[in-house]
């Protein structure tokens, strides 16, 4: 069975306690954030090699690998096979910036999208512009409902009633 599926039995584990889920998710988000302190430090280092060896570089278990790599694999320049991987299978951390930035903001994980090294990379003005741009491709915009007596959008010239909202 592959890694990331013994990740998932543990990390949404329905028998679980809500107390032991959130104490398991505390320490993990801890783990996370010293891995992503690491990896944005030296942004443009391309960091390769098995699951296991880069579990062991930055002091994860194997598991807690897996789980890592599930969450960058959406910000990599190229996927890993998340799906099928196991220890030995060689993997990559090689992130786009931008999306990684915009990832972070969309899992609302503040204390990865405020980490101090971001400030290296981009400035206040281009967080502020990935920040919003995140958070805008999220808000769904309803146009004006077009009224029964408005003109027809379709440039009829004919009231709305009497052409496309006509029921047939």
């Known amino acids: ?12 584990n329905e028998n679980a306690s809500q107390g032991e889920l959130q104490k398991f998710w505390q320490r993990y988000f801890l783990l996370e954030k010293g891995v992503y302190e690491k990896l944005l430090t030296n942004p443009d280092e391309k960091v390769e090699g098995t699951v296991k060896e880069l579990a062991d570089k930055y002091g994860l278990t194997i598991l807690e690998m897996a789980g890592f790599l599930d969450g960058i694999n959406d910000s990599l320049v190229k996927d890993n096979p998340i799906e099928t991987m196991d220890e030995n299978t060689r993997v990559n951390l090689v992130f786009d910036k931008e999306k990684l930035y915009k990832n972070m903001v969309d899992a609302k994980a503040d204390w990865l999208y405020n980490l101090p ?9 281009t967080k502020h512009r990935l920040y919003m741009e995140q958070k805008k491709s999220g808000t769904v915009i309803v146009g004006k409902k077009v009224g029964r007596n408005d003109p027809c959008p379709c440039g009829s ?7 496309c909202g006509k029921n047939k």
């Open 1 to 12: 069975m592959a890694i990331l599926q013994d990740w998932q039995k543990i990390a949404y």
């Open 157 to 163: 010239g004919k009231k709305y009633k009497f052409c």
């Open 117 to 125: 090294m971001w400030d290296d990379i981009f400035d206040k003005e």
